[in-house]
């Protein structure tokens, strides 16, 4: 999606939980339990803007109980029951896939929309497959990505594979790895999450960040998916819970507002091999940037969904991109990786660092999905 600047949605707020470990703090909040505090933070942060009303409500979610979590998030938070709510699924991307629709609809017609994402690994039902004649059910972790006769691996067994393909030493995942968790300890140390957190069920930090991760102890970790592989437990994420959602809204609302925001100049959605989903995010970020007319140099903060080191370093060699540029205050592999929500993730650190405490003009958030698909977009500060 490309056009006008002039008719070009903005985000003019940005919030998140904190992201816990499944079966930690957060864990007896199911999906819409997650994200309505956050539905209701936006909301009253409209309010206070002079936005008296949502027009809508659209959450990412790959693995709650099914039914529209969006509308009973929404319902949950207080608002009205004419504000409806919509749950979209591109896996890994979704959170980032709502905020991309949340843009499309704006561009069309006036409003306001809470777009965003959120997972509940810790409340997620169990699922099982119909039994055979005679048979028991059987139960399945995650749904098909992709027809298992074209190859459906597991993101964790593909990056490991996407790894060796362009040789990603182990030295550099967990180097990367440790930089990731050193960058999220220092700014969670200096406060610098605390605008964009909304405390739930009294916790207010993230639970992942390990300031003392060092090379030699990651080091020690055996390989997860291969005897002779690289990815490990702490060169990958975890498994969290955490919802995050930004408020969008037209641009001629926007005028009359004259708050501060994120302009979103273009955004991509690019399909892959998905026996290598972890490239996805390669295509998306080109085409998103050639459709808002820059290149990589011109953007001043860029996030990627850091599912697993390997395969972010993977992105950047293809990019051509420097990999220090990535997450400059970490990523999901320090913070972790809440699936539905990563994506929604990604533009509420584009908010804190480009809106909060001005660090630049442009930024590019962008995320690689199951089943081989990527998802991208490109924006820019306005006042």
Do not use: K
């Not at 990786?337 to 908010?351: E, I, N, T």
């Amino acid at each position: 999606m490309s056009g006008s600047t002039e008719a070009a949605p903005v985000l003019v707020a940005a919030r998140r939980t904190p992201i816990g470990t499944a079966g930690r703090s957060l864990a007896a909040l199911t999906a819409a339990g997650l994200a309505a505090p956050v539905v209701a933070a936006l909301a009253g942060e409209l309010r206070q803007q002079g936005v008296p009303d949502v027009t809508e409500v659209v959450l990412g979610n790959c693995t709650g109980p099914g039914g529209d979590v969006a509308r009973v998030a929404a319902l949950q938070a207080g608002l009205p029951v004419t504000v409806p709510g919509l749950t979209v699924d591109r896996q890994c991307g979704s959170g980032l896939a709502a905020v991309v629709l949340a843009v499309s609809v704006l561009r069309g017609e006036p409003g306001a929309v809470l777009a965003g994402g959120v997972e509940s690994a810790s409340t997620a039902p169990w699922r099982f497959w119909p039994p055979a004649p005679g048979g028991e059910p059987a139960r399945y972790e995650r749904a098909p990505f992709a027809p298992a006769a074209l190859g459906d691996p597991d993101m964790g067994p593909a990056a490991d594979l996407l790894a060796a393909d362009l040789g990603i030493t182990r030295e550099d995942q967990d180097a990367y790895a440790a930089r990731s968790h050193a960058r999220a300890a220092a700014n969670q140390a200096a406060g610098g999450f605390d605008a964009e957190v909304v405390p739930v069920a009294g916790v207010t930090r993230d639970e992942r960040p390990r300031p003392g991760l060092t090379t030699q102890r990651l080091a020690r970790l055996r390989p997860a998916f291969r005897p002779d592989g690289t990815v490990t437990a702490g060169n990958a994420c975890g498994v969290n819970d955490g919802a995050a959602l930004v408020a969008v809204v037209d641009a001629a609302t926007h005028r009359r507002l004259g708050v501060p925001g994120l302009r979103v100049l273009a955004t991509a959605t690019a399909g892959v091999d998905p026996n290598r989903p972890g490239l996805g995010i390669v295509p998306a970020t080109r085409l998103a940037l050639d459709r808002a007319g820059l290149t990589l140099d011109d953007v001043d903060v860029v996030e990627f969904t850091e599912a697993f080191a390997g395969q972010v370093l993977a992105c950047c060699r293809e990019l051509g991109l420097d990999p220090a540029r990535v997450c400059p205050e970490g990523g999901a592999l320090a913070l972790g990786h809440p699936w539905g929500a990563s994506g929604a993730v990604l533009a509420v650190r584009l908010f804190a660092q480009l809106v909060h405490r001005p660090g630049g003009r442009y930024g590019l958030a962008a995320v690689a999905v199951g089943g081989g698909q990527g998802v991208a977009v490109v924006v820019e500060v306005c006042p």
